[in-house]
């Protein structure tokens, strides 16, 4: 993977906004793969489309892209239009966000974050104070980068350093369950894996209890803040993102266990992973977990399905 952008696509362009995006996105298409299906490349939308930049014309998931020049991305990316952002994350086509930290004096890459769609909350877009010069009411806004729990963040590059494209893609599958969350459910199970971050390895219930004031002023409305941690513990578990060792004791679970989703393998051969995802071999748990334990290679892959044929 390239670390630098093709400084010779920006020179054609008057402002320096306009010249990152250009380098940017053309470096993201060339350079970058889908994190949900490990395709590449990607495809750039048509210009002036709304909230999305590029798109994966295998799976369709859609992927918007954010540059700053700093060494990371930091908690408070800029972004466009308020009332268009919130529209669209609240829309059934939402984007997955791209954010991209760079070094302007040599152009390189310092450090790209995935944040899933489903990790993105409409209290998460901030209106700014003004309009912009000659259009007062047209509000811009920044996203607000704090509230995500650790797993909501998915390094590709981190510090100039590239990250296994397989730890990548298992990170976004391990995750998956929020989007079948309702958005009330998904502000909770957000906010508690934030708490959860917040603690050791080990961690008890009594732990998670002294949250509970700072709870109360995120759910005002809610009375039964205790209940609530302990439902949004039950469905972690149940997700593999914990662990339940007993009275009161629970472990963080860092070991990415497969689910219904299938089994994920490296996606340096995209077309073979793209015919193992598609596979029906991988219809069942105990296929997964031997593809899991006996690795990823094309001779190992085709004895478990000559065994399962």
């Known amino acids: 993977?390239?670390?630098?952008?093709?400084?010779?696509?920006?020179?054609?362009?008057?402002?320096?906004?306009?010249?990152?995006?250009?380098?940017?996105?053309?470096?993201?298409?060339?350079?970058g793969y889908c994190p949900c299906c490990g395709s590449k490349p990607m495809q750039r939308f048509a210009n002036n489309k709304p909230v999305a930049?590029?798109?994966?014309?295998?799976?369709?998931?859609?992927?918007?892209?954010?540059?700053?020049?700093?060494?990371?991305?930091?908690?408070?990316?800029p972004d466009g239009a308020y009332r268009t952002m919130l529209e669209r994350i609240r829309s059934d086509t939402n984007p997955n966000f791209f954010f991209l930290a760079y070094k302007k004096a040599d152009y390189s890459i310092r450090q790209l974050v995935l944040v899933p769609k489903h990790f993105i909350t409409?209290?998460?877009?901030?209106?700014?104070n003004k309009g912009i010069k000659n259009r007062p009411h047209?509000?811009?806004?920044?996203?607000?980068?704090?509230?995500l729990p650790e797993s909501g963040k998915i390094f590709l590059i981190d510090d100039s350093r590239i990250i296994e494209p397989e730890t990548v893609l298992k990170k976004w599958q391990s995750n998956l369950f929020l989007r079948n969350q309702n958005a009330e459910r998904?502000?909770?199970?957000?906010?508690?894996?934030?708490?959860?971050d917040q603690?050791?390895?080990?961690?008890?219930?009594?732990?998670?209890?002294?949250?509970?004031?700072?709870?109360s002023i995120q759910f005002p409305q809610n009375n039964h803040i205790k209940d609530k941690i302990r439902q949004q513990l039950q469905i972690l578990r149940d997700q593999n993102m914990i662990e339940f060792i007993g009275r009161g004791l629970y472990k963080k679970n860092r070991?990415?266990?497969?689910?219904?989703?299938?089994?994920?393998i490296?996606?340096?051969?995209?077309?073979?992973?793209?015919?193992?995802?598609?596979?029906?071999?991988?219809?069942?748990?105990?296929?997964?977990?031997?593809?899991?334990?006996?690795?990823?290679?094309r001779k190992k892959v085709g004895e478990l399905l000559a065994i399962y044929d």
């Open 138 to 147: 047209h509000i811009m806004c920044s996203i607000n980068l704090a509230p």
């Open 186 to 196: 998904k502000d909770w199970l957000l906010a508690v894996m934030k708490c959860i």
């Open 1 to 31: 993977m390239n670390l630098f952008f093709d400084t010779q696509l920006g020179k054609q362009q008057n402002k320096a906004t306009h010249k990152i995006r250009v380098m940017s996105e053309a470096w993201l298409e060339k350079n």
């Open 199 to 215: 603690l050791t390895e080990e961690f008890t219930l009594s732990q998670m209890y002294e949250f509970e004031n700072k709870l």
């Open 266 to 297: 490296s996606n340096h051969d995209t077309e073979f992973t793209r015919n193992i995802y598609s596979s029906a071999i991988l219809k069942t748990v105990e296929v997964q977990r031997n593809i899991a334990a006996k690795g990823s290679s």
């Open 122 to 128: 409409p209290d998460m877009i901030i209106p700014r």
């Open 53 to 77: 930049d590029l798109f994966c014309p295998n799976c369709h998931e859609q992927y918007e892209l954010k540059s700053k020049n700093q060494k990371t991305i930091g908690n408070s990316v």
């Open 255 to 264: 070991q990415i266990a497969p689910n219904s989703q299938g089994v994920l």
